[in-house]
């Protein structure tokens, strides 16, 4: 089914469908008050970040001690939010974690399987949110680029910092990026002055690791700030992966400021526990005529959300933002995307596609919002969902905010099921059943890879899709 597509309007439209392979319902909305089992909750969060206080100097102590008391303001999350009626945060808000102390030593052998042969990159990797200097590799540099640790620069890069880190991020995510900030671990600092091309791509490795002394689940919060000059160019490359099965919390929020004519592109690849959680949050601004790809691939995680808000500043900025999810077994991807156009003259792409089998259910909630004045906007919203078992389910919620005259805003959603006709097809030319199924799969899958400009991460990708799917290794030699 697609949902029909509306253009140009004075105001805002909602629709919501949820699917599965046995019918359609459509949803409504409602909002909700704290109630007092919430302010417990931000209770134990607010003694995690007491632990937090004194670590970083004076002035990121106040910027904690404010995202303390914010999040007093806006609450933590349930069901009864709009924003999060498709996904119950209660696993989230109300498991009880405890932060990392020191991680376990990790040999660099014991993450080799989440390299990708033939990437050559700036690495820095964190284990347990902490950085660990003897398995990164930063390498050389050209004048005026910095790469570090987040840790490493608040001191000198005082005046950048302060201001990103107290950012509460779109509403929505607002309560996990103010978590983020009062309990910040780490992260990835990247600055890269006017007209600088960083020829090699920038790759955060964040690795989980169960610790023995741990009382409770660990809450990472990953910070990357990344600031790219005018008429820059670079590429950055998250990872999130665990060596081991054990229930963790990352709560990751990277924020992105590229000034005119800056090209970026970011890929975010989750590959975690089967019992891990994540939020992930990315937050960009964009100035005059700059470009900034962002692409999302979502494989591991028991629950995921995903938050995407890119915010077009300048006029002739242009965005895309690109996305997979693979669910199986019970996992819940949750996507939500938000792209503010608020100058003239941009133009934006969402195209995100998921695979779901078993009970693997996700959300995706994209919105398209357009400023008065932000005039001659061209805007573009897909969301696709294959279903491959009777339990799995998706609901998708396109929507349009729009506050200007001349405009081109589209928006689409389609869930179903293999074309069984197609794989008639397929198998009336010779191929056997599973492999002519495996292959609409992999073909539906690899529209978003195709986005993807870093050939190592698309190889690695495809590779990691076919070995979910049957005759996986006989379908790598055709594709």
């Not at 001191?155 to 983020?180: C, K, Q, V």
């Not at 005039?375 to 009777?390: F, G």
């Not at 339990?391 to 919620?397: F, Q, R, V």
Request: with cysteine.
């Amino acid at each position: 089914m697609t949902i029909p597509q509306r253009g140009a309007t004075g105001g805002t439209w909602n629709y919501g469908l949820t699917a599965n392979r046995q019918g359609l319902t459509t949803n409504m909305t409602s909002a909700t008050s704290m109630t007092i089992e919430q302010h417990d909750e931000l209770g134990h969060f607010e003694a995690l970040a007491q632990q937090r206080a004194d670590v970083g100097p004076a002035w990121l102590r106040a910027v904690r001690e404010q995202a303390v008391k914010d999040l007093r303001t806006v609450g933590l999350p349930t069901r009864k939010h709009e924003e999060w009626r498709y996904t119950d945060p209660a696993p989230l808000t109300r498991t009880r974690f405890a932060l990392s102390d020191t991680p376990p030593a990790v040999a660099p052998g014991q993450f080799g399987r989440f390299t990708m042969p033939g990437l050559d990159a700036h690495t820095l990797v964190f284990v347990n949110g902490r950085y660990v200097a003897s398995l990164s590799q930063v390498g050389k540099l050209p004048a005026g680029v910095v790469v570090c640790p987040l840790a490493d620069a608040l001191d000198a890069h005082r005046d950048t910092l302060e201001p990103l880190l107290a950012t509460h991020g779109e509403a929505s995510s607002a309560a996990f990026t103010l978590l983020n900030a009062a309990t910040l671990d780490d992260g990835l600092f990247v600055s890269v002055p006017a007209g600088v091309t960083l020829d090699r791509p920038v790759q955060v490795l964040n690795v989980a690791i169960a610790e023995r002394k741990a009382a409770a689940p660990l809450l990472t919060s990953p910070r990357n700030v990344i600031i790219a000059g005018e008429n820059s160019e670079l590429t950055i490359v998250e990872q999130y992966v665990s060596l081991d099965d054990a229930a963790y919390f990352t709560n990751a929020v990277t924020q992105v400021d590229a000034g005119a004519s800056a090209r970026l592109g970011h890929y975010l690849i989750e590959r975690e526990s089967p019992a891990a959680y994540q939020v992930s949050t990315l937050l960009t601004e964009q100035g005059r005529d700059s470009d900034v790809n962002s692409h999302t691939v979502l494989l591991g995680g028991k629950l995921v959300r995903n938050n995407v808000n890119p915010r077009l500043i300048g006029p002739g900025g242009h965005c895309l933002v690109n996305g997979l999810y693979l669910g199986d077994d019970a996992q819940q991807m949750d996507n939500h995307m938000r792209v503010e156009h608020r100058s003239p003259h941009c133009d934006s792409r969402q195209f995100y596609k998921g695979v779901l089998q078993g009970q693997a259910r996700a959300v995706f909630s994209g919105r398209i919002y357009v400023e008065r004045g932000a005039q001659k906007t061209d805007a573009k919203q897909e969301n696709s969902n294959l279903l491959l078992s009777r339990d799995a389910e998706a609901t998708t919620k396109p929507q349009l905010e729009i506050f200007a005259d001349d405009v081109k805003c589209t928006h689409g959603a389609t869930v179903g099921e293999i074309d069984e006709q197609a794989v008639f097809y397929l198998m009336a030319r010779g191929m056997e059943r599973d492999a002519a199924r495996a292959l609409m799969i992999y073909a539906f899958a690899a529209e978003s890879l195709e986005r993807m400009r870093l050939e190592p991460v698309r190889a690695m990708l495809t590779r990691e899709i076919l070995a979910r799917l049957p005759e996986g290794e006989r379908l790598a030699s055709l594709v």
